[in-house]
């Protein structure tokens, strides 16, 4: 039961041009939503995160829209740079549980 | 510097064998936890410690245990009972309060033959 989905495997962008990346969820519980970066045989990083009371939340060139009734957020980086090409995680938490639940990642790369 | 090292790197280990992986933070952490990351699956948890002396079971805890006997640290042992126990293993800790983003170690990829 996959409760964070990323359905977009991969995606392509040109450098300069923006990159969306999407997200669903189906637990309503789920109140703080997070991106996190990823490189190969690394850790991923966090990017940015947004909780359930807002609907925006937006740091330099990366921004995430959350949409509550469509249980959907997406993360808008932009303009796109050949040093973002990673994979992106969609990570969801509930309440204070404090563990994460993570979607299966999209591999962005930017080309040139 | 602050962070979150797990070690080794890279862990090579026969079937039927129990393996220890190292995760230690100096962030003052209070929360930490274990990930394990397979192509396609994204990461699944599979256990997570509040607090000193406690810590509970994730989604895929099976053939896995762990210690939390000090703050700073929290082992992985991987038994001989985990079925497909190749994988990256990821090590996360937080300020366990509500809305704080995990930080990642650098992860431990085991190889078991």
């Known amino acids: 039961d996959q409760q964070v989905k990323q359905n977009s495997p991969s995606l392509s962008v040109q450098e300069g041009r923006i990159s969306i990346l999407n997200c669903d969820y189906t637990n309503s519980m789920f109140d703080y939503f997070l991106w996190y970066k990823k490189y190969p045989a690394e850790g991923p990083t966090f990017l940015i995160s947004i909780s359930s009371i807002k609907d925006k939340n937006e740091d330099g060139r990366f921004t995430v829209f959350l949409n509550k009734s469509a249980k959907h957020l997406s993360l808008h980086i932009v303009p796109s740079q050949p040093g973002d090409s990673a994979v992106y995680f969609c990570?969801?938490?509930?309440?204070?549980?404090?563990?994460?639940?993570f979607g299966t990642g999209t591999r962005l790369q930017v080309t040139l | 510097d602050g962070g979150i090292t797990q070690s080794p790197k890279y862990l090579f280990r026969k079937e039927g064998q129990n393996v220890t992986l190292s995760c230690e933070q100096n962030l003052n952490h209070d929360a930490m936890y274990w990930y394990r990351q397979d192509p396609g699956q994204g990461l699944r948890l599979i256990y997570y410690?509040?607090?000193?002396?406690?810590?509970q079971k994730g989604d895929i805890a099976e053939g896995y245990s762990v210690s939390r006997e000090k703050k700073e640290s929290f082992p992985l042992t991987v038994t001989s009972a985990q079925k497909n126990p190749t994988a990256f293993y990821l090590c996360a800790s937080s300020r366990d309060r509500q809305n704080s983003p995990l930080h990642f170690g650098n992860g431990t990829r085991l190889t078991v033959t």
């Open positions: 410690s509040q607090i000193v002396n406690d810590f």
């Open positions: 990570a969801a938490m509930a309440g204070t549980a404090s563990k994460l639940t």
